[in-house]
């Protein structure tokens, strides 16, 4: 190769290299907070730490709102559900004290069978006295 020609292959590929290089930096600084795609707000959120657990779970839930639903057939809900709400309610960790003491009443009905008593524990979360988010 002649030396003329290798100086030349070099700086056309130094010239290539650069050139790439300014593309990218450019492409990159180019980019504003416009482009930056924005999360949909209807994503589901973790809890702060120490929280995950002060939540009702969907299944649980959905016996919750079973026995909150007017004219509710509180003992019959209770005797096709109550091992599985037992263990819902129990999965309920929370740094409320008023959270705590609503399931510890409420679990302590269940168990006993009183569904008066579960009633009316119910009725603290329908009318918001006791609020516990879904899961």
Do not use: E
Not at 28 to 45: D, Y
Request: aromatic letters at 2%.
């Amino acid at each position: 190769m002649h030396p003329i020609r290798s100086t030349i292959v070099r700086a056309a590929a130094g010239l290539a290299l650069a050139s790439a290089l300014a593309f990218s930096l450019g492409a990159c600084a180019g980019a504003t907070a416009s482009t930056i795609p924005t999360l949909p707000g209807n994503l589901p959120t973790v809890p702060p730490s120490g929280a995950a657990g002060a939540c009702l779970d969907a299944p649980t839930l959905a016996i919750i709102n079973q026995l909150k639903a007017s004219g509710a057939d509180v003992p019959g809900i209770l005797a096709a559900n109550k091992d599985a709400l037992v263990t819902g309610l129990n999965k309920v960790q929370s740094s409320d004290p008023a959270v705590l003491a609503w399931r510890t009443a409420l679990v302590a009905a269940i168990q006993a069978g009183k569904a008066d008593d579960v009633a009316t524990q119910v009725a603290l979360v329908a009318n918001g006295q006791v609020t516990i988010p879904p899961c």
